[in-house]
C-alpha cells in the first residue's frame, strides 16, 4: 500500500472520530486515519485508507486474501469470519470481517474494497479498514458503514 492515494478523493468522519496522523499511530503504510478516543491503557479504535493501482484482472477475492496475510504476519492468529462481494457501479467490490488475536487482546477488523478506474484507465483500489476491540465492534461498525458511504472519487482537473 501507498502513503498518498493514486486517486483523490472525499470523505466525510462520523462524529467523535478524529484525523490522526498515519506515522505517530503507527500505521505508517496508509495514506489517512483517524481514530476514536478511549481511556488510557485501552485499544485504539481506527480507520484507515489506503489504496494502490491494480490490475483489473486481479480478482478482490486475492487482493482480501493478500489482506489476511499481511494481517497474519503481525498477528497471533486470524480467521475469516465473513466474506461477501458486492456491486460497485461496473467493478466489483469485496468486503470482509476478520476476527484477529493480537498481544492477547481479540480484535475485529471489518474490511472494503472498493475499485476506482481513473481517466487513464488504471485501477485504484481503496482499502478502507475499521479496527476495533471485539467488544466495542457492535458500537463503531454503523458509524464504519456511514463513512463507507460518505467515500467518493473527485473528478480529475483538466
Same mark, same amino acid.
Given at each position: ?7 483523490r478523493?472525499?470523505?466525510?468522519? =462520523?462524529?467523535?472520530? #478524529?484525523?490522526?496522523?498515519?506515522d505517530?499511530? $503507527?500505521?505508517?503504510? /496508509? ?5 476514536? %478516543? ?5 485499544f ?11 490490475d483489473?484482472?486481479?480478482r478482490m477475492?486475492t487482493i ?13 492468529s486470524v480467521?475469516?469470519?465473513?466474506r ?6 461496473a467493478? =466489483?467490490?469485496?468486503? #470482509? ?6 498481544? $492477547?487482546?481479540?480484535? /475485529? ?5 472498493? %475499485?476506482?478506474?481513473?481517466?487513464h ?18 458500537e463503531?461498525a ?17
Open positions: 500500500m501507498v502513503t498518498e492515494l493514486p486517486v478523493i472525499e470523505f466525510a468522519l =462520523p462524529a467523535g472520530w #478524529q484525523a490522526a496522523p498515519p505517530e499511530v $503507527g500505521a505508517p503504510g /496508509v495514506a489517512f486515519v483517524a481514530v476514536r %478516543p478511549v481511556p488510557p491503557g485501552g485504539v479504535t481506527n480507520l484507515t485508507i489506503a489504496g494502490e493501482i491494480r483489473p484482472a486481479v477475492a482480501a486474501d493478500e489482506s489476511v496475510s499481511r494481517v497474519e504476519s503481525v498477528a497471533e480467521r475469516v469470519r465473513e461477501a462481494d458486492f456491486s460497485q457501479g467493478a =466489483p467490490g469485496l468486503t #470482509q470481517l476478520l476476527d484477529i488475536k493480537q498481544e $492477547g487482546e481479540r480484535l /475485529v477488523q471489518c474490511q472494503v474494497y472498493l %475499485p476506482v478506474d481513473d481517466v484507465g488504471r485501477r485504484t483500489v481503496l482499502e478502507l479498514v475499521l479496527t476495533c476491540t471485539a467488544g466495542r465492534f457492535d463503531v454503523s458509524d464504519f458503514r456511514r463513512f463507507v458511504g460518505t467515500v467518493r472519487p473527485v473528478p480529475a482537473r483538466s
